[in-house]
């Protein structure tokens, strides 16, 4: 399995970006899930937004609702993160994760799968 990412960049404050991640040779399983966690400088990685293609069911940690929404493209295996009315504290290293679980959404050992990770920059 290997995600691919991209969209990361610098933008101003208030500016949108979307970032896409495309999962290649993800054996299909209707426990999958993918999603977005990210690391800001000095911080610990958290959870931005999974999905769960089967049944379209998304997760959100509370920080990143109404701001930030996660879909998916299934005939591409791909899914997406487009973030609006960003800040400067959305500075961060932006992380793609693929994995197959019916647990909490958000636990990161959980994902065997990572992208390398797209930086984006609000200043």
């Known amino acids: 399995v290997q995600l691919v990412e991209s969209g990361g960049g610098s933008v101003q404050p208030g500016g949108s970006l979307n970032l896409s991640c495309l999962a290649l040779?993800?054996?299909?399983?209707?426990?999958?899930?993918m999603g977005w966690f990210r690391q800001a400088p000095g911080k610990k990685r958290e959870a931005v937004a999974i999905?769960?293609?089967?049944?379209?069911?998304?997760y959100y940690t509370d920080s990143f609702k109404g701001r930030f929404t996660i879909s998916q493209d299934d005939a591409k295996n791909a899914v997406y993160l487009q973030m609006n009315s960003l800040k400067p504290e959305d500075t961060a290293v932006y992380y793609c994760a693929a994995g197959t679980s019916t647990g909490f959404p958000f636990r990161e050992s959980a994902y065997p799968y990572w992208g390398q990770g797209t930086q984006v920059t609000v200043s």
């Open positions: 040779w993800f054996p299909y399983d209707v426990n999958n899930r």
């Open positions: 999905i769960q293609p089967f049944g379209d069911r998304k």
